[in-house]
């Protein structure tokens, strides 16, 4: 008999949830923050993809300048240090962009 009257007990209360006054705006703000989720990780994409074209620069412009120092004798041992870190940069800018994308 117990078993009997709380299980009605349930069934009330899952029919009166049914009838919320407040569910269109349950929707609103459920609609809202999916839209806040949705911009922020476009944002974030957009940001890395900055980040990886921006390195990308950086590890040619250093390379190219530290072949130069190192090729005309001005300063051989700064410009192999700096061909061996754009060298190591765009190994890892690389391996980056393959597990970003």
Known sequence: MLILIISKAAMAIDSNSTNDPFEWLKSIFDKGITSVENLGS???????????????????????????????????????????????????????????A
């Open 42 to 100: 476009y944002l974030l994409i957009k940001i890395v993809e900055l980040l990886l074209f921006i390195s990308r620069i950086v590890y040619i412009s250093v390379g190219i300048i530290g072949a130069i120092l190192w090729l005309s004798h001005l300063q051989p041992l700064k410009g192999r240090r700096m061909v061996i870190g754009a060298l190591f940069l765009a190994l890892v800018t690389e391996f980056l962009k393959v597990i970003l």
